[in-house]
């Protein structure tokens, strides 16, 4: 059974900086691309960052040049490196596949709170 774990969530001044760790089991992690996900408060959830089987990155516009993400194979685990963060960077953060039809269930997230 697939799990996806995130934490490392917390709340942080506009400015600071978070790193957020999925630790994936069950599932041939270094074979799929994945991504983070962000939920904000009373909007859909949304794709910020992926990463594919061979190592190239893309971002949403809103968090390119301040977040930055990676993953170990041999530890099948997914990071985000978030830095400069805004009040709008706020809210639930998930992992999962990049390709929808690739999706496992999800896991609980990670709060990330921004104040101003």
């Known amino acids: 059974q697939v799990q996806l774990v995130e934490s490392g969530g917390g709340l942080v001044q506009a400015g600071g900086s978070l790193r957020l760790s999925c630790a994936a089991s069950?599932?041939?992690?270094?074979?799929?691309?994945m991504g983070w996900y962000r939920q904000a408060p009373g909007k859909q959830r949304e794709l910020v960052a992926g990463?594919?089987?061979?190592?190239?990155?893309n971002y949403a516009d809103a968090v390119k040049g301040r977040f930055t993400i990676s993953r170990d194979n041999a530890k099948n685990i997914l990071y985000l490196q978030m830095n400069t963060l805004k009040p709008e960077d706020t809210g639930v953060y998930y992992c999962?596949?990049?390709?929808?039809?690739?999706?496992?269930?999800w896991g609980q997230g990670t709060q990330v709170t921004v104040s101003s």
């Open positions: 069950g599932m041939s992690f270094s074979i799929r691309g």
């Open positions: 990463i594919s089987i061979d190592g190239s990155t």
């Open positions: 999962n596949a990049l390709r929808q039809s690739r999706w496992y269930n």
